[in-house]
């Protein structure tokens, strides 16, 4: 199998998909592994740590692209690197087609790209365990980022993240008890924060009580209680995942956000599939912040991208598996073997196999393992 990386140009965007490490196990493998030249550099991994690991060099992304009988990437493709696509290539990258553009889908199906979707891959257990990485990190640097602007400086209420004798500690607010809501919780309860987590989820709100010795304020997220917590908050984190690939909904609306105090601070990290909260919009790393209704809004949706050479080792580290399954078996007969990595295939054959997309689209879904036979 030959493997081809791109480097991303998807603004602000460091990571690489593969590190050397990975690459060094692939090639042992017997596959070969194309690397466009300083893929790694933003993520500290020059191109001669990838040489060394067996990997090729390549000068070009067309190089690396018409080599490859499978693209690795993280950003979704451009239209560039789609239209620079063979047909029948499979494809390995972050999509997010709920929110894509059409014209996305529609190349993809034209050009029958075998088209995988790391946020939606799974393991054995049902977990989507690429983004349950990239999950970890983000509820990390959401506090830390809240943190930050939180201080007057930086046009926040001045208020500390934390908590001082004598003095109420801020409140942070966090909608979501998955991941990145449980990250979040442990970040902000470490600095002395008032935590309130809300989730439809009993069992998760029952599980996070739990583990945090009943430290943790929790409610149901029906729109009484969002509307109560959002009025209190200091700091509130978007972390509303919808499994499957789907749209997020706007649990949080805009009259919400206008009754938010002056200076506090909005990390949406569900905006990468669309954002959870009505006033969201897209930001990158390099101006990652507005002002809305006297709210500080972050919405980056490549948060972990901030730590660049930590997201590229998760995320390498998570992947490599299944790039032995696809090299060693062929990815129709991975896919058709695996259903965990099944799940992430959007497209393959022409065919949209998403059902997250094809409502979106208007585009007729068809399942994959038929498909596979």
């Known amino acids: 199998m030959i493997f081809g990386i791109l480097k991303e140009n998807f603004v602000s965007e460091r990571r ?27 993520s500290h991994f020059p191109d001669e740590e ?15 692209l018409h080599r490859a009988d499978t693209v690795l990437k993280i950003a979704p493709p451009s239209d560039a690197e789609l239209g620079a696509l063979n047909e029948g290539q499979s494809l390995f990258s972050v999509l997010h087609l709920a929110i894509a553009k059409r014209q996305t889908l529609d190349r993809l199906l034209e050009k029958k790209i075998s088209a995988v979707a790391l946020e939606l891959i799974e393991n054995a257990h049902g977990d989507q365990t690429l983004l349950q990485v990239m999950s970890d990190i983000a509820g990390q640097i959401s506090i830390h980022v809240a943190a930050q602007y939180l201080q007057a400086e930086s046009g926040g209420r001045g ?41 439809r989820d009993l069992r998760r709100l029952r599980e996070l009580e739990e583990l945090f010795q009943w430290r943790v304020t929790t409610a149901i997220a029906d729109r009484y209680y969002v509307e109560r917590a959002v009025a209190e908050a200091d700091v ?55 002002m809305a209704h006297g709210v500080i809004h972050y919405c ?5 991208a901030a730590v660049a050479r930590t997201a590229s080792v998760g995320l390498s580290n998570t992947l490599l598996p299944f790039l032995h399954e696809i090299g060693s078996q062929g990815a129709p007969a991975a896919f058709y073997a695996d259903n965990g990595l099944a799940r992430g295939v ?5 065919r949209c196999t998403n ?12 399942d994959l393992q038929p498909l596979l036979k």
């Open 236 to 290: 509130l984190i978007g972390a509303v995942l919808i499994k499957g690939g789907e749209k997020t909904p706007h649990v949080v609306t805009e009259a919400m956000v206008k009754q938010m105090k002056p200076g506090s601070v909005i990390v949406d990290v569900s905006i990468d599939q669309g954002g959870c909260i009505e006033t969201s919009r897209p930001t990158t790393l390099n101006d990652p912040v507005f």
């Open 159 to 199: 208020v500390l993240l934390g908590s001082l004798p004598g003095i109420p500690a801020a409140t942070v607010v966090i909608l979501g008890a998955g991941v990145v809501g449980r990250t979040a919780t442990r970040v902000a309860l470490g600095l002395g924060a008032r935590v309130v987590v809300l989730d």
């Open 300 to 304: 980056v949706p490549n948060i972990p």
């Open 50 to 64: 990838f040489r060394k690991a067996g990997g090729t060099i390549a000068y070009s992304a067309d190089e690396a």
């Open 346 to 350: 959007c497209t393959f054959g022409g």
């Open 355 to 366: 059902r997250a997309a094809g409502r979106v689209f208007g585009v007729e879904t068809t």
């Open 16 to 42: 690489i998909v593969l590190t050397p490490p990975a690459v060094q196990s692939l090639t042992s493998a017997g596959h070969q592994v194309y690397i466009e030249r300083d893929a790694g550099a933003l």
